[in-house]
């Protein structure tokens, strides 16, 4: 049977930047040896596959493959199959208004909405489907260090330090004081995410490009990939990050999170949050995507 694939860089909007995806379409009868084997195959940081939706006023039923494990829960994935579905649905829609998608994933449905302004490339965002709860006790500053090849003095500024948290995979929040030391951090010094187990989130309140708010890297070698140029499931944890040190005030507030500087991969995501009476209400990931390839496999 033929099934017709595209792949997409994502939380960009440039090709052959951001976090590249592929997308496989009509992926019924695939079972889940055959997913992960294809995963396998195009070893990208996720691969998506759409199958129809269990409740038909949603859009699509999807899952999410790393070339080692199934996610419950990804942001790249997420935003790079809202753009792609509203593309191929309704594309004359998608350029005058927003169109909604909503993907049901392992987690839960997932809202996105898509858009396309003439001029720029397509984006969407959608509104995590949980909000961020902590998961589990960091490491010592020490021991993060050695897994990183860095100095314990490299661990932790102002009042960050490390923590676990998640929305769907966890995520070991580590704060890194500078972005010289990110540079040196080696993301093959330790399988971060083993055995089901934590990433490895690195951030960094100094950053490359004017504008960002945060600059991070995220190692994952139990994932199947070592490193990740853009982690929207890590932004999402990063949320219960800023909560828990930053206390930003009520209201909306609007953060930009570069990553895969280091790889080559340039990337930018946006996490917004909206806080009410010093709690956080609800946020959401977001950023643009372009579709670089098209093709069938032949399976």
């Given at each position: 049977m033929s099934r017709h694939f595209y792949t997409l860089d994502v939380f960009t909007a440039q090709p052959l930047a951001g976090n590249p995806l592929?997308?496989?379409?009509?992926?019924?009868?695939?079972?889940?040896?055959?997913?992960?084997?294809?995963?396998?195959?195009?070893?990208l940081s996720e691969t998506v596959f759409v199958g129809e939706p269990r409740n038909p006023v949603n859009?699509?039923?999807?899952?999410?493959?790393t070339p080692a494990r199934e996610l419950p829960f990804a942001g790249h994935p997420t935003v790079g199959t809202a753009v792609l579905l509203a593309h191929l649905r309704a594309r004359d829609l998608l350029a005058s208004q927003d169109l909604r998608i909503v993907l049901e994933e392992?987690?839960?449905?997932?809202?996105?909405?898509?858009?396309?302004?003439?001029?720029e490339a397509m984006a969407a965002y959608f509104t995590l489907p949980r909000l961020p709860a902590?998961?589990?006790?960091?490491?010592?500053?020490?021991?993060?260090?050695?897994?990183?090849?860095?100095?314990?003095?490299?661990?932790?500024?102002?009042a960050h330090?490390?923590?676990?948290?998640?929305?769907?995979a966890p995520h070991i929040c580590i704060p890194v004081a500078s972005l010289d030391a990110?540079?040196?951090?080696?993301?093959?010094k330790r399988r971060w995410g083993e055995g089901g187990g934590p990433s490895?989130?690195?951030?960094?309140?100094?950053?490359?490009?004017?504008?960002s708010h945060y600059h991070t890297r995220m190692f994952a070698g139990g994932w199947g990939l070592a490193e990740d140029p853009a982690t929207g499931s890590a932004a999402a944890a990063f949320a219960g990050v800023v909560m828990a040190?930053?206390?930003p005030g009520d209201g909306e507030h609007m953060l930009v999170i570069e990553q895969g500087f280091e790889m080559g991969r340039p990337s930018l995501i946006s996490l917004g949050l909206e806080v009410e009476a010093g709690a956080l209400r609800s946020a959401t990931i977001g950023g643009s995507a372009v579709i670089v390839s098209e093709g069938t496999l032949r399976l």
């Open positions: 592929a997308v496989v379409l009509d992926a019924q009868g695939l079972d889940d040896a055959a997913m992960q084997a294809i995963a396998r195959e195009f070893n859009t699509a039923a999807v899952r999410i493959f392992t987690i839960g449905e997932v809202v996105c909405v898509a858009r396309h302004r003439r001029g902590p998961a589990g006790e960091a490491p010592s500053a020490e021991a993060l260090a050695d897994g990183l090849g860095l100095d314990a003095a490299d661990i932790g500024f102002g330090v490390p923590s676990v948290w998640g929305v769907g990110m540079a040196r951090a080696d993301p093959f490895a989130y690195l951030y960094c309140p100094q950053a490359v490009q004017a504008g040190f930053d206390k």
